[in-house]
């Protein structure tokens, strides 16, 4: 259970103050803080899950012209959707931002609600979006609480609650909405999201020009490094493939589009089969020095009776790729034939590296095309 605020009014108010005096003299130049609008707000956030801010600037400004408002998201092509989601990953998130423009549109006349319920009931929008969609847009006394504000408020409390649990999340809830500011909420979270990263960083923070030092617990102990508490996260299921690289004597490359359900649905990959780690290491040996036909391949090219076409095989490198829970482990082979310009195959299709930019490619396919580019300038 954890501890109950004592902080009186007076100090609550001057907190808040010294907080908002810094932002607004130090705050982040971002594209997405040009206005308040709700859409910018929305697409913004659900960029910077898991991503720093660097790399989502020039994403989110592609994202807003090709799709400026909530209608034209609605209405986007998927695959254009998905190229301009293309090496952010987790492209559920985009898929859920569509289903819910289409919600904004049928039920709320194309325009974000401005009531928190309505919000949350929008596909893909939980209470940290949510807050920072109603805070920073509706002036909504929401709190938007990610890894940022939970590092700030268990060193400014000294929080022994363990961050990693969801149900720890309820715990910060309560301390932020009893010291956030009621009059400026969407300044209060872009603040503390500011200072836990620039100032409260994980490793090594700048206790010494935190503009709310005089508050922080942790720095008064001298136990800023035992906060946040968090357990270690689980270790990475590993899986391991073989990724084949399949070309024919035109120079086309064979590609295979995903199912429309499941990991990576929809997106582009070249052909792979899952292996036993003890046919990972095994092949990983064998494959720069004997042509081996890899299963997956053989399947495919005997329906042309083209097996015996491939005219080698050879190691372009090893990818791997965490998602999540699971870390893949790739073995990226190149393969050459004769004929087969054509296939037969469901979700296949042939395509030459010119053409690749028109995909979607998820991570570990996007780091096997600059394998064989590199493959290829040798």
Not at 32 to 54: A, F, G, H, K, N
Not at 152 to 175: E, G, H, N, Q, W
Not at 359 to 373: D, N, R, S, T
Request: aromatic share 10%.
């Amino acid at each position: 259970m954890s501890k109950e605020i004592t902080w009186t009014q007076e100090k609550t108010a001057s907190f808040q103050e010294d907080l908002l005096t810094w932002y607004r003299l130090e705050k982040r130049d971002l594209p997405w803080r040009e206005s308040t609008d709700p859409y910018r707000v929305w697409v913004s956030e659900i960029m910077l899950q898991q991503t720093q801010v660097v790399t989502v600037i020039p994403y989110f400004n592609r994202f807003m012209e090709w799709f400026p408002t909530i209608e034209a998201l609605a209405n986007a092509n998927e695959d254009k959707l998905l190229k301009a989601w293309e090496g952010l990953g987790y492209y559920s998130r985009v898929r859920n931002m569509q289903h819910a423009a289409r919600e904004i549109v049928a039920t709320f006349d194309g325009k974000m609600p401005n009531k928190i319920e309505d919000i949350l009931s929008l596909k893909g929008i939980g209470p940290y979006t949510g807050g920072a969609i109603g805070s920073i847009a509706f002036s909504l006394p929401e709190p938007a609480i990610d890894g940022n504000v939970m590092r700030v408020y268990s060193r400014l409390f000294c929080l022994a609650d363990d961050i990693a649990l969801p149900k720890t999340r309820k715990v910060f809830d309560r301390y932020v909405r009893d010291t956030m500011s009621q009059s400026e909420p969407g300044d209060f979270n872009q603040a503390l999201m500011d200072l836990g990263a620039t100032i409260c960083t994980p490793t090594k923070p700048s206790c010494d020009t935190c503009p709310i030092q005089a508050y922080c617990e942790a720095k008064q102990t001298n136990t800023i490094s035992k906060y946040p508490v968090k357990k270690k996260k689980e270790k990475a299921t590993p899986l391991y493939y073989v990724a084949d690289i399949l070309q024919n004597d035109t120079g086309a490359f064979l590609l295979e589009k995903r199912p429309s359900d499941g990991l990576l649905a929809d997106m582009w990959t070249f052909p792979m089969r899952e292996v036993t780690k003890k046919d990972y290491d095994r092949f990983s040996k064998i494959y720069d020095s004997q042509d081996v036909l890899t299963g997956v391949v053989a399947e495919q090219l005997s329906l042309y009776d083209e097996a015996d076409n491939v005219k080698g095989k050879k190691l372009l490198g090893i990818v791997t790729h965490i998602f999540s829970h699971r870390k893949w482990h790739i073995l990226v082979v190149q393969d050459e034939i004769k004929g087969l310009n054509n296939t037969h195959l469901t979700n296949q299709e042939w395509s030459y590296l010119d053409e690749f930019p028109q995909y979607v490619f998820p991570k570990p396919q996007q780091k096997m095309v600059e394998l064989l580019k590199k493959s290829m300038n040798n």
